[in-house]
Structures are given as C-alpha cells and as structure tokens.
C-alpha cells in the first residue's frame, strides 16, 4: 500500500495473448539496462499494458516465481501508477536476462524504472 491507496495489477494492465506479446517484440523500441530487456510499443487501445518474461536459465520454478512477483511489483509499484492519467500509454515486455536471478530486488526496480523513462 502507498499513501494508503492499495495498488492492484489488473489484467486490464497485462499483455496476455501471445500475439500481442509477439507483436509489441517485433515493432516494439528494445532497450537493454543490465539484467533486463525491455520493447516498448504504442498501446493501440489508449491503456498502460505490460507482460513479463521470466527464462528458466536452469533456475527452479521456485526461484523463477520468486522473479516474476518481484518484477511485477516493480511495475505495480512504479511504472503504473505513473502512466495511468497519460493518454497514450505504451504497452511493454520485460524479458528477464540470466543475470536478474542475482539481483537484489531494489536493483531490479531501479533497472525497469531506467529502462522505460523514455517512452517511444
């Protein structure tokens, strides 16, 4: 929670079909920031839209999970909030590179948050 406002990640804010994830891969903007790759594309339907992409890279579905909750909070916590009121909001695709398994949480909020202050 933050200022007392509880903060959800609705699936109205997740990129959910493959084809929409292929598509933002394909004609997205790629930034690489370390551990993470992140395409950025205009949403078509006006709303902030995100998947995650989290490789096994021979890790445990255990510490895998453990990557995607922490990178979905980053996004929760700080990219939503700050492109909800935007008119044209991008949708995006973080893909996890092999290094985030070793990264601290607030070192992979830094990284997402660097990787998409510019938006296209």
Request: proline share 8%.
């Amino acid at each position: 929670m933050r200022d007392g406002l509880r903060l959800r990640f609705p699936k109205s804010a997740r990129l959910r079909r493959g084809a929409d994830i292929r598509t933002v891969m394909r004609k997205g903007v790629r930034r690489s920031c370390g551990s993470l790759e992140v395409y950025q594309a205009p949403s078509p339907s006006n709303r902030p839209r995100v998947s995650i992409i989290v490789p096994r890279f021979n890790h445990s579905n255990v510490e895998r999970n453990r990557l995607k909750r922490r990178l979905r909070e980053c996004v929760r916590n700080s990219w939503l909030p700050s492109v909800a009121p935007l008119e044209s909001a991008p949708e995006m695709v973080i893909r996890a590179r092999r290094g985030a398994y070793e990264q601290r949480y607030a070192d992979l909020c830094e990284s997402v948050q660097r990787c998409v202050e510019e938006r296209p």
